[in-house]
């Protein structure tokens, strides 16, 4: 299997380096805990001395693929999470295009790159405009359907697997077989011919795709249920741009005894609507509003973001932030779109 320089510096790295801390995104969703467990699975299994440092606490349907003690968490164990950085010889970004991504730890990782000895630092990545001045090697690619997908391309590709899945762990192999899953939200999005291709490679290593499934996609709470019904029904606005949009306020989440994950793939929902053509939806967190977007065809959502959002993303599915009350957010939303669909 033929690799590129960038893998082959990657491995040069690795193999050069002990303690490997593996930074995963702010906010996680199934692909940067699909991609940061699976290389934290590769690395264990050269002998390698990884940790995955992530801001704060993922959705608990993903405890099924963490091993134990493998994860800190910054917001819970700070001064765990700094001594791994100050330890470290090599950092690891995944599944995000620079490393403001990874939320407050961000400055910890940013002093680490600049001091002297400093570790070395790589990201591998499918997202837009990757920040390669902050990297060693640089692993970018936006025709994947996930950063999981990325990964097991680039592992295919290192010395001691020689292209053959049979020498991944397998634990890894499922790792980023649920990223794949999740990025692509159950094969709806964001899919290409290699996508398939790698996900049966990934099954005929002997991970068993349907009990992923069920873990991620039908271990969700009854008031998780009750709250997706109270949005469509009461909360759902279409206008008529194609364009559908909810809210999700902080009173409706203690309503609904809301905990993070439970609005996972809600986004998705109203675009099964022939007539809708773009969805968001506004998330209340403390001092800011989540801004989550969805399209189909040539509907780029990566633009509105960029534009009006704070954020970006890819064509179809990007995501942002707002710094305004969830009341006013409707308003703002639906003049932005009038100017963005003139």
Known sequence: MRTTKAEEKLNDLILKSSNIVIFGHENPDGDSIGSAVGMYHYLTALGKHPHI?????LPE???????AGSISYYVEDGEKCLRCIEEADLMLFLDMNGMNRTGEVSAAAEAARLRENAPHCALIDHHLNPQTDSFDVVISDTEVSSACELLYHVLLAQPGVCGDVNNLPKECAEALLTGILTDTNNFANSVYPSTYLAVSQLQARGVDRDAIYNEVFRSYSEQRMRLMGHLLQDNMRCLPQGV?????????????DFVRGDSE???NLPLSIKEIRMTAFFTEEPGFVKVSLRSKGNVDVNDFSHKYCNGGGHKNASGGRLYMPIDQVPEYFESKVKEFFK
Do not use: C, E, M, Q
Not at 61 to 67: A, C, K, S
């Open 265 to 267: 793939g809600f986004v």
């Open 244 to 256: 559908a949009y909810f809210t999700l306020s902080i009173a409706d989440k203690k309503k609904y």
């Open 61 to 67: 349907y993903f405890n099924f693929i963490i091993p």
């Open 53 to 57: 440092i992530i801001h704060s606490r």
